[in-house]
């Protein structure tokens, strides 16, 4: 049996898929260690990821692939840290023309980038070689040190 | 595959205003239904619009677009927007966008009667 704990999941380019992705994600998240409050925000980061595939990825398509990888880096124990990795089949942008807006210009919309940049530690977006593009989203954080005097502590 | 709840409760006229009950988790999918119902209530420009947020459970940056349109159409006849009762994790959205201060948002509806 693999070490590696890590999960791949295919959803398609439908508003009604994207609660699955949210589902998963929060479930190895949590299975990690990270706090309720930081397994929401990956949760919505992850969402938003796959919202924007869907409106500008696939803006014509319900049949889309969207294709989300979630691995867990666990070479150290004192800290919970993952890689996820959403790709997809449809448009491609120039990664440079990917940036969140003004937040001082408040108006509905355009608010994914930001929130996926202030959720998680790394973000990168690029190109596949045929078609789509690929996101590549990473986070860390250290995990509580077990109490040594409370026996019933297994964490 | 059973029908969804609504994700927006009949509005309930108080004095001064309207107060919409809001549920579930509103994302891409169920946010067009929450614009439809937020158009509806603001087009007889009521002084006060509540939106009573207790029961939402999650909401993405589509969520939030809705809201944001329906607080600049209250905004423009001189109304207002009050989001009462966030659960922590729904407030996250906001706070991570900058609109916790660009939104009223209250802890309760009677606190949002009176904000």
Known sequence: MSDCFNINLRIFSQPRYACVARAAITAAVEKLGFPDDACGQVMLAVDEAVTNIIRHGYPDRDDGPIDITFTADESDPTRAAFTIVVEDEGEQIEPTRIKGRDLDDVRPGGLGVHIIREVMDHVTYAPRTDRGMRVEMTKSIDLPVPDAADPTNTA | ?115
Not at chain 2, 17 to 23: H, P, Q, V, Y
Not at chain 2, 42 to 54: C, G, I, T, W
Not at chain 2, 92 to 114: G, R
């Open chain 2, 1 to 115: 595959m059973s029908p969804e709840a609504p994700i927006v409760s009949s509005p309930q006229p108080f004095d001064g205003g309207i107060c919409l009950a809001l549920n579930g988790e509103i994302d891409l999918s169920r946010s067009p239904e929450l614009r439809n119902a937020l158009l509806d209530a603001v087009k007889s420009k009521p002084d006060r619009l509540v939106l009573e947020m207790s029961g939402v459970t999650y909401m993405d940056s589509s969520g939030v677009a809705t809201l944001v349109e329906a607080l600049q159409k209250m905004n423009a006849h001189g109304g207002k927007l009050v989001l009462a009762g966030l659960q922590t994790k729904v407030k996250s959205i906001f706070q991570i966008a900058k609109l916790d201060t660009i939104f009223a948002i209250v802890d309760d509806i009677e606190s949002a009667k009176t904000v």
